[in-house]
Nanobody, 116 residues
C-alpha cells in the first residue's frame, strides 16, 4: 500500500501563489502514476495534473500555464506549484497515486481557499 499526506493548503488572495506538497510512503517502487485532483463544494472531483514520467505530465485546461507539477524522488514527495490563483481554484486538493496501473490511493486532502 501507499500512504499519502498533503500539506501546504491555506487562504491566499487572488493572483497569489501557493505550493502544495504530497509526501508518499509505503510501496513507493510500485507507483506507476501520480497526480493532483481537486473537489469544490457541490462539484465532482476533477483532475488537475497527472504525472507518469517527466515527459508525460498533463494538466487540466483550466490550470495550464499557472500550475506546475514537480517531484523530489529523494524525499518521496511531489509538489503542485500554483501561481496566479483565482477564486474558482478554491477546493480541497487531493494527492493521488496509482500502483501497477490498477490500485489507487488518496491522501486526506488539503483545503485551498482563494479570496477575491
Amino acid at each position: 500500500q501507499v500512504q499519502l499526506v498533503e500539506s501546504g493548503g491555506g487562504l491566499v488572495q487572488a493572483g497569489g501563489p501557493l505550493r502544495l506538497s504530497c509526501a508518499a510512503s509505503g510501496s513507493i517502487a510500485s507507483i506507476t502514476a501520480m497526480g493532483w485532483y481537486r473537489q469544490a463544494p457541490g462539484k465532482q472531483r476533477e483532475l488537475v495534473a497527472s504525472f507518469t514520467s517527466p515527459s508525460s505530465t498533463n494538466y487540466a485546461d483550466s490550470v495550464k500555464g499557472r500550475f506546475t507539477f514537480s517531484s523530489d524522488n529523494t524525499k518521496n514527495t511531489v509538489y503542485l506549484q500554483m501561481n496566479s490563483l483565482k477564486p474558482e481554484d478554491t477546493a480541497v486538493y487531493y494527492c493521488h497515486a496509482q500502483q501497477y496501473g490498477l490500485i489507487n490511493s488518496w491522501g486526506p486532502g488539503t483545503q485551498v481557499t482563494v479570496s477575491s
